[in-house]
């Protein structure tokens, strides 16, 4: 008796061994591993305010489709990171606070929870003052915690690839030279004015979409997919600005995820072999082609744009991808001190007209209001934004401080920046990295508590566009900044 328990022991000891990959568990397992995790951040009631323009005027009213917190788990050898990509409009400190949460819930260093957001100007305002916002940032906070649970409770061992393509003709930078030699600034279109005199973009855009595969062989594994394009998430030239949405990156993640249906929306009941993540580029001056122009239910304008991103994707996964050769993963924080935007508040008397033009949208209940309107074109703003933007410069600091988080796996880097950094910048980061691919992710965690906003280069600064109107930012941050964020990378490299 004794014997055949013994042997019974023995027996079930070495299927253990054979189940663990010849003793190695899961916590011992020092490769890459990877996990997926997502959450809905839909509100339990309509009604909310929504991000993007003037939020006190945009009521919700229905949903397009899903928003969500995605969590994507990354560990190898003694380091674990979390990477968020979050259907809100920024990282303010409301989205930041979920970062303690979270750390909170799983033990991960809070330097390896990293937010970012998918920049959608159709997602719930969760720094507005609404009734409920209170209870819905609990709600946020709570969904970050289970999709990061989920995500840890996923991790499987993976193999990196990376690849990328150029779309063609999908982003534009909305800045023109018309032809009479003027420049305009805030359009959507490709033609302004009764005549619709035609234009040329003033800087050309960056196309690229970067696209990084986790293959996971495990057989109840799907692969996770991450894509990176710069280009903004709005649906503010649509005829439904009043419903919720995470654009144009759900249509690009769910083409990724599921079969697409007769309409073109994704077909739930036929998911693929992949999970997705879109991740926000530099896109401060860049928006999808007005071309895409079909109106899908509850009137979302980018549908077909999402559509195709996607397509996009799949091009990329499914040619000659490169495999990822490096050694673990590197975290890299930098403090950086940047001089604040003071231009234009010695005018007193502009200056005073301006803050009495805040004053009033806050006693109307928003500045798309008529009167405010009338007073932008009484007291002789090019917008409400010019105004507002003055204003804040008066309060502003001397300086802003605050840390550039660069990261690297496997010899494929990462940069996360807090603002909405311009193509531009983007592509002079990337051209002179040291690594084969930098994503390069805006919109993105933000210790300093409230939205860093536009992080304009030179060239809009010198044409006097919006972005210049309401930066935080003194001339010559971005260029400096990618300067910085290169010197880190190179830093990184090195250490490998």
């Known amino acids: 008796m004794k014997k055949s328990v013994c042997l019974l022991l023995v027996l079930m000891m070495l299927l253990g061994l054979c189940a663990c990959g010849g003793g190695e568990t899961k916590e011992d397992y020092q490769g890459l591993q990877v996990g997926f995790g997502r959450e809905s951040i839909l509100p339990d009631n309509m009604g909310v305010q929504i991000a993007g323009g003037d939020a006190k005027a945009r009521i919700a009213d229905g949903v397009r489709d899903e928003i969500a917190a ?6 190898e050898g003694d380091q674990t990171i979390l990477l968020y990509t979050i259907d809100f409009i920024t990282v303010d400190k409301h989205v930041y606070t979920a970062q303690a949460d979270i750390a909170s819930a799983t033990g991960i260093d809070p330097r390896n929870i990293i937010l970012n957001t998918t920049h959608t100007h159709s997602s719930v305002s969760i720094r507005s003052d609404w009734e409920g916002a ?126 697409l249906d007769e309409s073109g929306m994704p077909d739930t009941e036929q998911p693929t072999d992949y999970l997705c993540a879109v991740f926000e580029a530099a896109a401060g001056d860049q928006i999808p082609t007005s071309k895409i122009s079909s109106i899908a239910p509850y009137g979302n304008k980018y549908p077909e744009f999402g559509n195709k991103i996607g397509e996009y994707c799949m091009r990329v996964v499914n040619g000659e991808m490169t495999k990822a050769e490096g050694s673990g993963i590197q975290v890299k924080m930098l403090k950086y001190t940047a001089p604040t935007m003071r231009e234009g508040i010695e005018d007193l008397q502009k200056l005073m007209q301006a803050k009495e033009l805040v004053a009033l949208a806050q006693q109307v209940g928003g500045y798309s209001k008529p009167e405010v309107t009338a007073k932008v074109n009484e007291y002789g703003f090019e917008n409400y934004l010019a105004a507002s933007g003055l204003v804040s410069r008066a309060n502003y600091p001397e300086t802003y401080s605050m840390e550039l988080h660069a990261m690297t796996i496997d010899g494929v880097s990462f940069i996360f920046a807090p603002f909405e950094m311009f193509g531009v910048t983007g592509r002079e980061i990337k051209d002179n990295s040291p690594f084969d691919m930098t994503f390069v992710i805006t919109c993105s965690e933000n210790s300093l508590g409230y939205h860093m906003g536009y992080l304009p280069h030179e060239y809009a600064c010198e044409e006097n566009f919006y972005e210049y109107d309401v930066t935080k930012f003194a001339r010559g941050t971005a260029e400096d900044l990618a300067k910085t964020y290169v010197e880190m990378l190179t830093e990184m490299k090195s250490a490998e």
């Open 134 to 259: 209170d209870a819905y940032r609990e709600k946020y906070r709570a969904a970050t915690v289970t999709a990061a649970k989920a995500a840890l409770a996923d991790l499987s061992p993976a193999e990196m690839y990376y690849g990328s393509t150029m779309t063609e003709s999908m982003v534009f930078v909305r800045h023109y030279l018309k032809q009479d030699g003027s420049t305009y600034g805030n359009g959507h279109g490709a033609y302004y004015g009764d005549e619709g005199e035609l234009k040329e973009h003033l800087y050309p855009a960056d196309e690229e979409l970067q696209v990084i595969k986790f293959a996971r062989p495990a057989e109840d594994k799907k692969d996770v997919i991450l894509m990176n394009l710069g280009a903004h998430a709005t649906m503010m030239n649509s005829i439904a600005i009043t419903t919720i949405s995470a654009d144009w990156p759900f249509n690009a993640r769910s083409y990724v995820e599921y079969a």
């Open 70 to 75: 995605t969590c994507i788990a990354i560990k």
